[in-house]
Structures are given as structure tokens and as C-alpha cells.
DNA sequence: TCTTTATGGCGAT
DNA sequence: TCGCCCTAAAGAT
């Protein structure tokens, strides 16, 4: 279940692996089989992630995957077992393997379907070169709330559910704030923190937010238990205490995802 | 063995 | 704003 860092981290996980070497390419599922044949055999050229999108370059061609909320993708060492019914995809060289199950997006794209999809993509804060400019021209506009802005892959490519809660918490920000009312030095500040917080997830892969003074270490408690693994100030701690101010964690349905803030520290 | 939930996004209404 | 798509694991019964 991927944000950004995901995404970039199996860009490297995929060069890493198959990059320059010609790549047996199958779906056992079937729903690919016609794109997988097609390309079985070519060398991958690399690997490349903008936001959540995922492109593999084979030859002339691109595999544009986009995981969704339940995507998944797997690694293993060669020879790969037998695979299951619903693997989408499978990549294959003499070491290693991987499974692609249940992606929103996966598509056999050429050049300009490329292009559009970047197109439609707002700044990434882990593409170096990518400008926050081009989101705060949009922030600054809106009427809509810096939570909503921050989810809209238009605007920023990358942030998920996690980055969000966890971004506005570290800024002070009330999630329900408006774009419009953000200042150009808060939209700064949070561009930059992103880009540090990301590529700490691209390294670790997980998502971990908390400053080193606020780790549940030294503030004398246990480490959170959370199935998705990082270290968080407000992400899924609803109705427990801010670790911060001891305030009660809320949470609200925004745009048919799950918010949380803390009201005490969340004020700006 | 169910039901629920999840780090997403699209298109119809 | 809603329904829908895709999968797997945790939680409830």
C-alpha cells in the first residue's frame, strides 16, 4: 500500500534487479498476457516513478503501473515458484523475480501516453528538479482545504493519506485551513519537509515522521504498534493522546479517506 | 468463516 | 458525493 516513496523505491528496486538485461515478461492472470508476450524477452532500460506512477522502459514501449490502494509488488530469487492466479505480472532473469498483484494501472503506453500522464501530474517532491512553484500556484488560489489540496495528485504528486495527516501535524496546520489563507512560507516549509521526510521512506521504506526528541523512546513510552510500520505522530491514533500536548487525536471522512489531526497542536 | 479495513483514483450523478 | 475496481490481512463471530 503505496505513497510516493513506494513507488520510487521500486523504480531503484527494479533497475537494481533487471536494468540492461533482457527480461522474461508473463502474466499469470491473464489480463496482460496479450502486452506481456509482446514484450517477453526485451532488455529493461530502466525504471522511473512520477508521484504514484511507476513506468518500466522496454525498448520502445513503457509498463505504466499505478498500485492503487491494494497493489502490491513483490520480490523474490530466482527461480520464482510457481505463480498464483493473481499476478498480474511477473518479471523474470536468471536471479531474480517479480510479482505484480491487484494494481489499479497496469498498461502497455507508448511515449506520448507518457507524456500525458506527467502532464496531468503536479510537482513531485522527490523528482529532483520538480517545482513547488507550480503547486503553490494553485494552493494560493484555492477555496478548497489544504488537506483536500495536499491528497490532489494535480497539485502535488506523491502525498498520500499518511504524508498528509503527518505534514500538517509537523506544520501546525489545521487540516481544514484554505489553500487560499496558506502562506507562501508555510507552502516553503512543507515542500522542503516533504522532500527530507520521502526520501528517508525511499531509503527505509516506510513511512517514519517523528523527530528524534519525540521518538517514543525518549519520551519514556513504548514504540507504537501500527501494522503499516513507521513512526507516527497522528496517522490512525484517533481518540489516543497527542503525543505532543496530550490533546485527543480526531478523525473525520475527507473526500471518502480518513483524516487525523490533532486539535490542540493544529492551530495555525 | 464471516466482515472490515487499507498508504488510490476513476467516472457517473 | 457515491459506487466501483483491484487484493490481503486483521478483526469479529
Known amino acids: 500500500m503505496p505513497e510516493g516513496h513506494t513507488i520510487h523505491r521500486l523504480a531503484r528496486d527494479h533497475t537494481e534487479r533487471f536494468a540492461a538485461r533482457p527480461v522474461r515478461v508473463s502474466s499469470p492472470q491473464g489480463r496482460f498476457a496479450q502486452s506481456a508476450a509482446l514484450l517477453d524477452g526485451r532488455e529493461l532500460a530502466g525504471a522511473e516513478a512520477h508521484g504514484k506512477h511507476l513506468f518500466l522502459e522496454l525498448g520502445d514501449a513503457w509498463i505504466h503501473i499505478h498500485l492503487g490502494l491494494f497493489g502490491k509488488l513483490g520480490f523474490g530469487p530466482a527461480p520464482a515458484p510457481p505463480a498464483a492466479e493473481t499476478v498480474r505480472l511477473r518479471l523474470l532473469n536468471e536471479d531474480h523475480y517479480a510479482d505484480l498483484r491487484g494494481p489499479t494501472a497496469c498498461a502497455l503506453i507508448g511515449?506520448?501516453?507518457?507524456?500525458?500522464?506527467?502532464?496531468?501530474?503536479?510537482?513531485?517532491?522527490?523528482?529532483?528538479?520538480?517545482?513547488?512553484?507550480?503547486?503553490?500556484?494553485?494552493?494560493?488560489?484555492?477555496?478548497?482545504?489544504?488537506?483536500?489540496?495536499?491528497?490532489?495528485?494535480?497539485?502535488?504528486?506523491?502525498?498520500?493519506?499518511?504524508?498528509?495527516?503527518?505534514?500538517?501535524?509537523?506544520?501546525?496546520?489545521?487540516?481544514?485551513?484554505?489553500?487560499?489563507?496558506?502562506?507562501?512560507?508555510?507552502?516553503?516549509?512543507?515542500?522542503?519537509?516533504?522532500?527530507?521526510?520521502?526520501?528517508?521512506?525511499?531509503?527505509?521504506n516506510r513511512i517514519d515522521t517523528v523527530r528524534d526528541e519525540h521518538l517514543p523512546e525518549a519520551m519514556g513510552r513504548p514504540p507504537r504498534v501500527d501494522d503499516h510500520g513507521g513512526e507516527v505522530y497522528v496517522y490512525r491514533r484517533a481518540n489516543l493522546p497527542c503525543h505532543i500536548c496530550g490533546s485527543e487525536i480526531r478523525t473525520a471522512g475527507l473526500a471518502a479517506r480518513n483524516l487525523f489531526w490533532c486539535p490542540g497542536c493544529q492551530t495555525r
Open 111 to 204: 511515449e506520448g501516453e507518457k507524456k500525458a500522464v506527467h502532464e496531468r501530474l503536479g510537482p513531485d517532491p522527490l523528482r529532483a528538479g520538480d517545482d513547488p512553484d507550480r503547486a503553490w500556484k494553485r494552493i494560493s488560489r484555492s477555496r478548497t482545504t489544504v488537506a483536500a489540496l495536499l491528497m490532489d495528485q494535480k497539485v502535488v504528486a506523491g502525498i498520500g493519506n499518511v504524508y498528509r495527516a503527518e505534514v500538517l501535524f509537523r506544520h501546525g496546520i489545521d487540516p481544514y485551513r484554505l489553500g487560499k489563507d496558506l502562506t507562501r512560507a508555510e507552502w516553503d516549509a512543507m515542500w522542503a519537509d516533504l522532500a527530507v521526510l520521502m526520501r528517508e521512506g525511499v531509503r527505509n
